[in-house]
């Protein structure tokens, strides 16, 4: 998903894009949550708002990032 969601960044503006290594977070994985990877959380004003797990194509993770 790095490749992807690298390219997608550079796409959509007014959006952060995180990556979190879960094993060295495992703190923050927790917090959010996440059981599997690739996980994608889209949060806004401090709240999840949506998630997806499991690999998606750029366009889904453009509209994902866009919504």
């Keep these: 998903m790095g490749p992807v ?3 997608v960044s550079e796409q959509v503006e007014d959006v952060d ?3 979190v290594d879960v094993d060295q977070s495992s703190d923050l994985a927790g917090k959010f949550g996440v059981q599997s ?3 994608l959380i ?3 004003n401090k709240e999840e708002v ?3 797990v499991g690999f998606i194509p750029e ?3 453009k ?3 866009e919504a």
């Design 50 to 52: 949506d998630r997806h």
């Design 42 to 44: 889209l949060i806004k």
């Design 17 to 19: 894009f995180f990556k």
């Design 59 to 61: 366009e889904q993770v």
């Design 37 to 39: 990877i690739p996980t």
């Design 5 to 7: 969601v690298s390219e």
């Design 63 to 65: 509209a994902f990032a």
